[in-house]
Structures are given as C-alpha cells and as structure tokens.
C-alpha cells in the first residue's frame, strides 16, 4: 500500500513522465520497504524489477528533490499534499540555469580580484625596486639608477 502512494505521488511530482514504470516501481519499492524495517538490498530490488542500479539511483535522487520526501512517516501516512512539483528534468534545468549564472558572477568577480592582485603586484615590484641598496663604490661607475651605461656595457672583444 505504501509503494502505490509512493507511485501515485511521484506520479503528481510528474517523476513518471517519459520513464518507464520499471524503474518507478523499484524505487517506490526500495524506499516503502525501508520505511517500514523490511531490510532489502538494492540488487536485490534490481533483480526483481529488472533495471539497471543507476536507473534506480536517479529515480531516488528525483524523489529526494519532492516535498514528500522530507515527510516523516506519520506524516507521509496521515498527509496528502495536493500541490504538485515541477517535472525534474525542469528543475535540473532550472539548476543548470542558476549555476551558469553563478559561474559567470564568479569569473567576473574574480577577473576583478586578478586585476587588482596584478596592480598589487606592481606596487610591489615598484617599491622593491626602489628599497635595493644602490652600488657604491668601484662598481658604482658601472650602473646608473640600476640600469648598466650603455658606453660601458659592450662586450669584451677578444
């Protein structure tokens, strides 16, 4: 009886559109059979609706995005919820959506931030530049501001 309230939901969650009632059923077997103690396996459930494990996997993860998956069992027993959910290929689509729109917030914020590191890193080299000890002495001819007198810098000819 539980499974087929557990199908009749996932029917008004639009989980049954485009699936094949297989793969429904084995979730709805699996997860009615947990809530009341039955210790089943889930090869064991693949072997008697005849799908593969990771069929079975999606069809749990869909169920786990619906309202009556956070129903305890009482609740679940006692409550009907009439509101339906959106079909999940919806949602998925929905999230897919969202994250894209994350991700470029992201990139541009850290755009942002590398502009900034780089700006940072010139100041840097900047003041490193100008806190070197300067060369005195005999090597002091040689350099002018750090930077070799082009008059003296030729190579020596042989």
């Known amino acids: 009886m539980t499974a087929l309230r557990l199908l009749q939901r996932m029917k008004r969650d ?3 559109t485009g699936r094949r009632p297989s793969g429904l059923c084995g979730a709805a077997l699996l ?3 947990r809530m009341h103690d039955f210790r089943r396996t889930v090869k064991e459930v693949i072997r008697v609706v005849k799908v593969c494990e990771s069929t079975l ?3 749990l993860t869909e169920f ?3 309202p009556t998956s956070q129903l305890t069992i009482d609740e679940f027993m006692k409550i009907d919820l009439e509101e339906e959910c959106d079909p999940p290929s919806f949602t998925a689509g929905q999230k ?3 994250i894209q729109q994350l991700e470029k917030a992201l990139s541009k914020k850290l755009e942002d931030f ?3 590191i780089s700006s940072y890193q010139d100041e840097i080299e900047i003041e490193l530049e100008n806190s070197r000890p300067k060369a ?3 090597f002091a001819n040689f350099t002018k501001d750090g930077k070799p007198i082009k008059s003296l810098s030729r190579p ?3």
């Open 14 to 16: 639009w989980m049954h």
């Open 31 to 33: 997860v009615a059979a």
């Open 57 to 59: 996997r999606k069809r």
């Open 64 to 66: 786990e995005d619906t």
């Open 96 to 98: 897919k959506l969202k």
């Open 114 to 116: 590398e502009g900034e």
């Open 136 to 138: 005195k002495g005999v």
């Open 156 to 158: 020596f000819c042989h």
